[in-house]
């Protein structure tokens, strides 16, 4: 008898139906024997719904700790109804929040870490022959306060579930079949990955492919959880999240990711002089805001220069702030900002032998008169930014580049 955890998506739950449908499934696992521990998403929409709320009367300093208490409901909706509907079915279940696992977590709310899942009371409902359904997304602080663990957290609350409980398998049931080579709403011609290692997994998800959120990804790595993504809408096996040494054929680039979560600034005429770059980007560490790609262009005059980098969209503004707060140190004589940027990465293990990838993605993108505006590159990973505009065009033309269409 197999122990699998089942975790379902928004659109997986979206509504009554997909409820009663998602119920069957675990039926039909539990009747061929298998053990289930189910963790589920809030129904689609239901969260965006609840941030805005939240936005709404907190306005933009909101205290965290009640965005938890509210954004969380959505999980404790779903798990009950989909244990109504398990029972519904002649089954024993039963729903448990994240702080009746308990899922534990550290204190930053919207963020949160998870530390420990003790899952006793969880298990004990498996040996009672019962089927748990843990809303997901959701954990306790360790002064007992509800917490969450940042967006698309549920996949992560299904992974750690999976460590805690030993569990042989992992399922993560969304609203496509798999891993794709890139995002097939996006392109058609995208491909159903069938075995994609743990690190081009955490690359692609980091990287913007939202299909597994980057934690879960990390936790499912350190954890050696096996893990699986396909639909919860067919019957057809999904992919898998495997060593490097259980894929046979390995392809040079596996996958493509996109991120709008972008932003570009610019500082024109900074003085070129040692030091600058520390002062530029001291205070913007000390604001907590990522910097991400860095080009510092050569010093026409041997006086001045200007350095470009990248920030989340999120914190543009921010940014923005601080560095005019510093523009007497700083010495530039002008700062541009734009958020209409894409940053598209691509991304394989292959890399690591295989020399001039970079070159052909470089060249691909000339070809259709898309300008790069700034590069990063790490051992199986190259990104580029570009302008927003040109997404669809770059991740076509890319993905046919590297072979990777479905033929
Ligand atoms: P869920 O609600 O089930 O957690 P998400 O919306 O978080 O689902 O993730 C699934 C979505 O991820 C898909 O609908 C797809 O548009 C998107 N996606 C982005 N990149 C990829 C990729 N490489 N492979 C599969 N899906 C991807
Ligand atoms: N419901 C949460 C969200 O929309 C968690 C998740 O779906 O994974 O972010
Ligand atoms: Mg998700």
Same mark, same amino acid.
């Given at each position: 008898?197999?122990?699998?955890? @089942?975790?379902?998506?928004?659109? &997986?739950?979206?509504?009554?139906?997909?409820?009663?449908?998602?119920?069957?499934?675990?039926?039909?696992?539990?009747?061929?024997?298998?053990?289930?521990?189910?963790? $589920?998403?809030?129904?689609?929409?239901?969260?965006?719904?609840?941030?805005?709320?939240?936005?709404?009367?907190?306005?933009?300093?909101?205290?965290?700790?009640?965005?938890?208490?509210?954004?969380?409901?959505?999980?404790?909706?779903? #798990?009950?109804?989909?244990?109504?509907?398990?029972?519904?079915?002649?089954?024993?279940?039963? &729903?448990?929040?994240?702080?009746?696992?308990?899922?534990?977590?550290?204190?930053?709310?919207?963020?949160?870490?998870?530390?420990?899942?003790? =899952?006793?009371?969880?298990?004990?409902?498996?040996?009672?022959?019962?089927?748990?359904?843990?809303?997901?997304?959701?954990?306790?602080?360790? !002064?007992?306060?509800?917490?969450?663990?940042?967006?698309?957290? +549920?996949?992560? +609350?299904?992974? #750690?579930?999976?460590?805690?409980?030993?569990?042989?398998?992992?399922?993560?049931?969304?609203?496509?079949?798999? $891993?794709?080579?890139?995002?097939?709403?996006?392109?058609?011609?995208?491909?159903?990955?069938?075995?994609?290692?743990?690190?081009?997994?955490?690359?692609? #998800?980091?990287?913007?492919?939202?299909?597994?959120?980057?934690?879960?990804?990390?936790?499912?790595?350190?954890?050696?959880?096996?893990?699986?993504?396909?639909?919860?809408?067919?019957?057809?096996?999904?992919?898998?999240?495997?060593?490097?040494?259980?894929?046979?054929?390995?392809?040079?680039? &596996?996958?493509?990711?996109? &991120?709008?979560?972008?932003?570009?600034?610019?500082?024109?005429?900074?003085?070129?002089?040692?030091?600058?770059?520390?002062?530029?980007?001291?205070?913007?560490?000390?604001?907590?805001?990522?910097? !991400?790609? %860095?080009? @510092? *262009?050569? +010093?026409?005059?041997?006086?001045?220069?200007?350095?470009?980098?990248?920030?989340?969209?999120?914190?543009?503004?921010?940014?923005?702030?601080?560095?005019?707060?510093?523009?007497?140190?700083?010495?530039?004589?002008?700062?541009?900002?734009?958020?209409?940027?894409?940053?598209?990465?691509?991304?394989? =293990?292959?890399?690591? *032998?295989?020399?001039?990838?970079?070159?052909?993605?470089?060249?691909?993108?000339?070809?259709?008169?898309?300008? %790069?505006?700034?590069?990063?590159?790490?051992?199986?990973?190259? *990104?580029?930014? %570009?302008?927003? $505009?040109?997404?669809?065009?770059?991740?076509?033309?890319?993905?046919?580049?590297?072979?990777?269409?479905?033929?």
């Amino acid at each position: 008898m197999a122990l699998v955890v @089942q975790k379902f998506g928004g659109t &997986s739950v979206a509504d009554l139906d997909r409820i009663r449908a998602v119920a069957d499934r675990v039926a039909r696992a539990r009747r061929n024997g298998d053990q289930v521990a189910v963790n $589920v998403s809030a129904m689609a929409g239901t969260t965006n719904q609840l941030v805005e709320w939240v936005q709404a009367i907190g306005g933009v300093h909101y205290d965290r700790a009640e965005y938890d208490a509210v954004v969380s409901s959505g999980e404790q909706v779903t #798990a009950g109804l989909l244990a109504l509907a398990l029972q519904a079915q002649g089954l024993s279940a039963r &729903s448990f929040l994240g702080w009746q696992a308990p899922l534990s977590t550290d204190d930053a709310h919207g963020k949160a870490r998870v530390e420990a899942s003790d =899952v006793a009371s969880l298990r004990k409902s498996l040996d009672q022959g019962q089927i748990p359904v843990l809303a997901g997304f959701q954990g306790v602080s360790p !002064d007992g306060r509800i917490t969450t663990l940042g967006r698309g957290g +549920s996949d992560t +609350s299904a992974v #750690a579930l999976a460590a805690a409980l030993g569990a042989d398998r992992c399922d993560i049931f969304t609203d496509v079949e798999g $891993v794709y080579t890139t995002d097939p709403r996006i392109v058609q011609k995208a491909r159903k990955i069938e075995r994609i290692t743990y690190e081009e997994m955490l690359e692609m #998800a980091s990287l913007g492919a939202r299909v597994l959120e980057t934690r879960s990804v990390a936790l499912a790595m350190r954890h050696a959880v096996r893990l699986q993504v396909l639909s919860s809408f067919t019957d057809v096996p999904g992919t898998l999240v495997v060593d490097e040494d259980e894929i046979l054929e390995q392809q040079v680039v &596996s996958g493509i990711a996109y &991120s709008r979560d972008e932003a570009k600034v610019t500082l024109i005429g900074v003085s070129d002089q040692p030091g600058i770059a520390a002062s530029i980007f001291g205070p913007l560490a000390d604001a907590n805001i990522n910097v !991400d790609m %860095i080009v @510092q *262009s050569v +010093s026409a005059d041997g006086n001045t220069t200007d350095v470009t980098f990248t920030v989340g969209r999120a914190d543009l503004e921010r940014a923005r702030t601080i560095l005019e707060s510093n523009q007497s140190d700083l010495g530039f004589r002008r700062m541009d900002g734009r958020g209409d940027v894409v940053k598209i990465s691509v991304i394989g =293990v292959g890399m690591r *032998s295989h020399a001039g990838i970079a070159h052909v993605m470089f060249k691909a993108l000339a070809d259709r008169d898309i300008n %790069i505006q700034a590069i990063s590159t790490s051992e199986i990973k190259i *990104s580029i930014l %570009i302008d927003e $505009v040109y997404t669809e065009l770059a991740l076509r033309t890319l993905h046919t580049t590297y072979g990777l269409d479905e033929t």
